[in-house]
């Protein structure tokens, strides 16, 4: 069977990947794009990887994610897997920890512990953090880069004989039909899976992005020539702040922008934004930062109303099928989302696209 996967990011990467390994007979074309020359969400993104999410499905996909991710040397010298343990606070009450926290357990044994803030075996490197606020804190958790695994994982697909094409496609019709392709290739596939991050909305044809449920975000961070001591990975729910080590010695700092609806080619930094930024680091951090030391980063993911990398079917009986929707966070559950992606795939295929519209992680 012939399938088109739309965007080299890690999604369309690792979907790629995912049905070369479960059916090494099929014929699968990656449209990469241009993403060597587009700031896409891949190469921006922060990487940092956790097992423990605020609702279960994502914390199923993203524990068995850094799972793989930690048991595997192959995929750890893919992803420059970096395990500096990761910091997550809450505000007290917002979600049931305890049993978030046991999917985690089951998934990455002794990995993490969890408590309020004050009664942490060691301090906390965060400050100025409400009583009561509760701390996740996980050993296995870390960083990798999104973008060496998606170059490691696109040269094995070209030694796997998966068609890698730079040919632009520019829209996708719901009945399968590429425009923008060779005549061949336009409408020869059995199946078309869009997974081009915050560019999907756009090449969906026909369509109302709106009622789809997606929308488009910046996001952005910044690189910081001193690193806080003491800390690793680390996102804390209560001031927005998240951050992480960069291999050079710096540390990566962001906050989350309220801009959605961007343009993914022109997405920039909203130097507002690092006023914002300043002020929360040196509540929670301590540090006074020199704006003009400061290196902007800013991309675009594209989000979903039910958040989550997941493959959504178009329309009933429709060969295309979106493979996105991340919501600024799929990096650290891509490996289980593209896995159960792949096999859903394979099976709507083999059935003739049968089933309602619906999402599966
Ligand atoms: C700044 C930033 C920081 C982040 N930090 C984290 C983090 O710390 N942890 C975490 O878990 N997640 C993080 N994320 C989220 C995560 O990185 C993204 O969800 C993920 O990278 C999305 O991958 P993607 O493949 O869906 O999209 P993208 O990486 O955007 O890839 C889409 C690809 O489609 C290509 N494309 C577009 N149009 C076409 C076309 N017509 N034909 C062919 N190809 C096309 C683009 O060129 C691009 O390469 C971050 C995201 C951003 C933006």
């Known amino acids: 069977m012939s399938i088109a996967v ?13 049905l070369r390994l479960l059916d090494p007979a099929s014929d699968i074309t990656l449209f990469v794009g241009h993403h060597s020359v587009r700031g896409d969400a891949t190469g921006a993104s922060g990487g940092m990887v956790r ?3 605020t609702d279960a499905e994502s914390c199923v996909a993203a524990t068995e994610s850094l799972a793989e991710l930690v048991a595997s040397p192959v995929l750890r010298d893919w992803a420059d897997y970096r395990e500096v343990g990761s910091h997550y606070v809450l505000e007290p009450g917002d979600v049931d920890v305890a049993a978030l926290a ?32 509760v701390a996740v804190v996980e050993r296995q958790g870390g960083y990798f880069s999104p973008h060496r ?43 078309v899976v869009v997974a ?24 952005q961070y910044v690189r910081c020539p001193v690193a806080p001591p003491g800390l690793g990975a680390f996102t804390d729910e209560t001031s927005g702040l998240y951050g992480r080590p960069l291999a050079d010695g710096g540390f990566l700092l962001g906050v989350p922008t309220q801009r959605w609806g961007v343009d993914p080619d022109g ?23 020199n704006p003009s030391g400061l290196e902007g980063f800013g991309s675009a993911d594209c989000y979903h109303r039910e958040p989550g ?46 089933g309602g519209s619906q999402a599966q992680r």
């Open 6 to 18: 739309i965007g080299g990011g890690i999604a369309g990467a690792a979907l790629a990947w995912r």
């Open 51 to 53: 097992g423990f999410e």
């Open 102 to 133: 046991s999917i985690v357990e089951a998934g990455l044994p002794g990995s993490l512990t969890w408590s309020a803030v004050e009664d942490l075996s060691e301090p906390c490197p965060l400050r100025g953090l409400p009583q009561g606020a």
């Open 149 to 191: 695994l998606r170059t490691s994982i696109t040269s094995e697909l070209l030694r796997s004989r998966v068609v890698v094409s730079q040919e632009p496609v520019t829209g996708v019709r719901p009945d399968g039909t590429l425009q923008g392709v060779d005549r061949v290739h336009a409408g020869g596939f059995r199946a």
């Open 196 to 219: 081009a991050g915050a560019w999907t909305p756009h090449l969906l044809l026909d369509r109302d992005p709106a009622a789809d449920g997606f929308r488009t975000k910046a996001i």
């Open 267 to 289: 997405v920039g930094v909203d130097p507002s934004l690092i006023g914002t930024l300043l002020d929360v680091v040196a509540e929670r951090l301590g540090l006074t930062l």
């Open 309 to 354: 990398l997941a493959l959504r079917d178009l329309e009933r009986a429709s060969p295309v099928y979106t493979f996105t929707g991340g919501s600024g966070g799929a990096a650290k559950t891509v490996l289980a989302a593209s896995r159960t992606a792949a096999a859903r795939l394979l099976d709507r295929v083999a059935t003739g696209h049968a």
